[in-house]
T-cell receptor, first 113, second 115 residues
Framework: AQKITQTQPGMFVQEKEAVTLDCTYDTSDQSYGLFWYKQPSSGEMIFLIYQGSYDEQNATEGRYSLNFQKARKSANLVISASQLGDSAMYFCAMITAGNQFYFGTGTSLTVIP | DGGITQSPKYLFRKEGQNVTLSCEQNLNHDAMYWYRQDPGQGLRLIYYSQIVNDFQKGDIAEGYSVSREKKESFPLTVTSAQKNPTAFYLC??????????????FGDGTRLSIL
C-alpha cells in the first residue's frame, strides 16, 4: 500500500507569493516522523523540514513551515514569499518504526517571475 | 565537513558490462540506502543496510548487488542482468536505530547511461 501521497504533479506560483504543497500519509504506527526534501534540477536531495508525530506545534524553518494535521494524516509544506530559486521537485517522506522510510512521488514547483 | 560522497558523477556502461557506483559517508551513520530515480519520477529503493555486513532488498533489487564490508562504504553494482539501467542513482545514509526519526542525508547522485 502506498504510504505517502502527493496529488499535485506540478504547481505554479508567482514570485513573492506563498504556496502549499500537499502530502497525505498512511500508517498505523503511533510514533513516526515526516520530512520534506527539495530536489533542484542538479539532482541533489536537500532536507528542508521535519515534523514528529508527537510534536504539538507545526515545524518551521525559515520560509518553510509544515502544516501538520494529524487527524487528517496530512503534512503539507508551506513556502512563504516564493523565490525563483524555489523552483524544484519537492518530496514528502515518512519514517516509521524500524527505521523504514517512504517517499512520495513528488511535486514539481515552478516559480514565475 | 561530514557528508556523503558518490562517485563518479557520470558513468557510461556498455551492453553486458557490470559497473560499480561508489558511496562513502563520514557521518558515522549506521544505515545506508540506494535509490533509483527515472526522469520525472520519484525515488525507488534498491537496497538498504542497517548495519555492517547486513543488507536487505528494496522494491527493485533485481539486476543489482551491494556489499557493506565497512560502515562508511556501500557500493552498488549494476549487473548486466539489469536491462534498463539508465537512471539517476542516489545514495543516502541515516543514523539508523540509534537515533529516533532522523532524516536521510543524500549524496549528489550518479547518472548512469548506456552506450
Amino acid at each position: 500500500a502506498q504510504k505517502i501521497t502527493q496529488t499535485q504533479p506540478g504547481m505554479f506560483v508567482q514570485e513573492k507569493e506563498a504556496v502549499t504543497l500537499d502530502c497525505t500519509y498512511d500508517t498505523s504506527d503511533q510514533s513516526y516522523g515526516l520530512f520534506w526534501y527539495k530536489q533542484p534540477s542538479s539532482g541533489e536531495m536537500i532536507f528542508l523540514i521535519y515534523q514528529g508525530s508527537y510534536d504539538e506545534q507545526n515545524a518551521t524553518e525559515g520560509r518553510y513551515s509544515l502544516n501538520f494535521q494529524k487527524a487528517r494524516k496530512s503534512a503539507n509544506l508551506v513556502i512563504s514569499a516564493s523565490q525563483l530559486g524555489d523552483s524544484a521537485m519537492y518530496f514528502c517522506a515518512m519514517i516509521t518504526a524500524g527505521n523504514q522510510f517512504y517517499f512520495g512521488t513528488g511535486t514539481s514547483l515552478t516559480v514565475i517571475p | 565537513d561530514g557528508g556523503i560522497t558518490q562517485s563518479p558523477k557520470y558513468l557510461f556502461r556498455k551492453e553486458g558490462q557490470n559497473v560499480t557506483l561508489s558511496c562513502e559517508q563520514n557521518l558515522n551513520h549506521d544505515a545506508m540506502y540506494w535509490y533509483r530515480q527515472d526522469p520525472g519520477q520519484g525515488l525507488r529503493l534498491i537496497y538498504y543496510s542497517q548495519i555492517v555486513n547486513d543488507f536487505q532488498k528494496g522494491d527493485i533489487a533485481e539486476g543489482y548487488s551491494v556489499s557493506r564490508e565497512k560502515k562508511e562504504s556501500f557500493p552498488l553494482t549494476v549487473t548486466s542482468a539489469q536491462k534498463n539501467p539508465t537512471a539517476f542513482y542516489l545514495c543516502a545514509s541515516s543514523i539508523g536505530s540509534r537515533g529516533l526519526f532522523q532524516p536521510q542525508h543524500f549524496g549528489d547522485g550518479t547518472r548512469l547511461s548506456i552506450l
